[in-house]
């Protein structure tokens, strides 16, 4: 796991290698932005999250070019923004501390499908260090 | 040079996209939002700021935001806007997803919407030249850096005489945002290099802008909008075409013709 900056919430462009169906050069790019789990869950991110999906998905119904924007992905097919994160644990903070937080997922390759699927694999996926 | 045009049309296209878009989250007190810089305690922030010369910059760049932006705010158009434009949060990539790809780089995707805001649409381009100049890239051309990206978003969305009269103090009032909060942090964490990604080159972007007079940057830009933007625009009546957007011979000529008197004397 990618160190989390501690002032700030980071984003994560990173590379998941899926090797279920056999093909080791099958692998996805995503985005994951990770947020401090406690601002995560107060009253205002939350409305806050709520007109970031809107907005995101708007550009991406909008956009007539190959430019891409994240889209917030919903768990389970649910409609609740405020709940499309998975807890971590033990995630390392710049001060060399532990901490919970709060792993939000955007779907970045258009189409794919089994984006949850991956969850469930979470620790196997290769976190690259090509943050930018 | 090609890199930059495209910086801008990308933000031109979410502009484009979320033109009638709004939400009342987006209307919120934000420490980066440029139209409230004035609610800064700049004075405080300031004093952070080691470097007498970037300090006096950003002061003389407050005042002229106080007396030339302020007063017309309520006549500059807003919009939803990203409001953070910077390397990190710019996805480039060759124009396929192999592992060792070659081929020219493009800008593929934007990310981290976190910072949106309901502020002054002119506010988003004024963040991404403001980035740009910061950019490996912008380093090197700070001229064409700025150029590349107007003429990328004002291809899609013109900006107005106020907007582009604005524009220069606006590019400033990132950049000393940046060079303050990254100041002011900085004392709170002398040990985290993170925090000097922007704020050190950033003195150097704001002392480059200083160095000439507002007017100066107004009339650059305009130039480069009116003679490179427009679709179909004419210059010594040749229909632009986009590969004269990065023939160079152009940028140096508006350079010279705006800035050559005061590049001779500095």
Redesign the interface.
């Known amino acids: 796991m990618q160190r989390i900056e501690s002032y700030d919430d980071a984003n994560f462009y990173c590379e998941a290698v899926d090797t279920r169906d056999g093909h080791d050069q099958q692998y996805r790019s995503y985005l994951i932005k990770c947020y401090n789990a406690v601002e995560t869950c107060t009253e205002g991110s939350s409305n806050l999250l709520h007109g970031l999906g809107l907005m995101l998905s708007r550009i991406n119904e909008k956009i007539t070019t190959d430019l891409q924007v994240p889209t917030i992905v919903m768990p389970h097919n649910s409609n609740d923004l405020s709940s499309n994160y998975m807890l971590m644990d033990d995630c390392l903070l710049s001060d060399d501390s532990r901490q919970q937080v709060a792993v939000r997922l955007f779907k970045w390759i258009q189409g794919y499908e089994a984006l949850f699927d991956c969850l469930s694999l979470m620790d196997g996926w290769l976190l690259t260090n090509n943050l930018r | 040079m090609r890199l930059m045009v495209e910086l801008g049309t ?1 933000v031109g ?2 502009w ?3 033109n009638g ?1 709004n ?4 209307r ?1 007190r934000h420490l980066w939002d440029l139209a409230q810089f004035h609610s800064l305690n700049t004075i405080q922030y300031l004093s952070y700021v080691d470097d007498s010369d970037v300090r006096a910059c950003i002061q003389r760049n407050y005042e002229s935001y106080q007396q030339l932006v302020l007063p017309v705010s309520n006549l500059l158009p807003t919009a ?1 806007i990203m409001a953070d434009c910077n ?3 710019v ?1 480039v990539a060759t124009d396929t ?1 192999q592992v060792e790809a070659v081929g020219p780089l493009r ?8 910072d ?1 805001v309901d502020t002054w649409s002119c506010n988003e381009i004024a963040i991404t030249m403001a980035y740009g100049l910061l950019s490996s890239y912008g380093r090197q051309h700070r001229y064409k850096a700025l150029a590349g990206i107007l003429v990328g978003y004002s291809r899609i969305r013109r900006l107005d005489d106020l907007e582009l009269q604005c524009l220069p103090i606006l590019i400033v009032i990132r950049l000393s945002m940046s060079v303050m909060i990254g100041a002011y ?1 900085l004392s709170k ?1 002398p040990s ?1 290099e ?1 925090l000097k990604l922007h704020s050190v080159p950033a003195r150097e972007a704001i002392q480059f802008m200083c160095a000439f007079n507002i007017d100066a940057h107004t009339r650059f830009f305009q130039q480069i909008q009116n003679r490179l933007s427009a679709p179909a625009t004419v210059v010594a009546d040749a229909t632009i075409d986009d590969e004269m957007l990065y023939d160079d011979s152009i940028y140096n000529a508006l350079v010279n013709q705006i800035y050559g008197t005061m590049l001779h004397r500095s």
């Not at chain 2, 939400?23 to 987006?26: E, I, M, V």
């Open positions: 990308a296209i979410v484009r996209c979320l878009f939400h009342d989250a987006f919120r939803v390397d990190a949060n996805i997803y800008i593929t995707g934007l990310i981290d919407f976190s949106a942090s964490d985290n993170y």
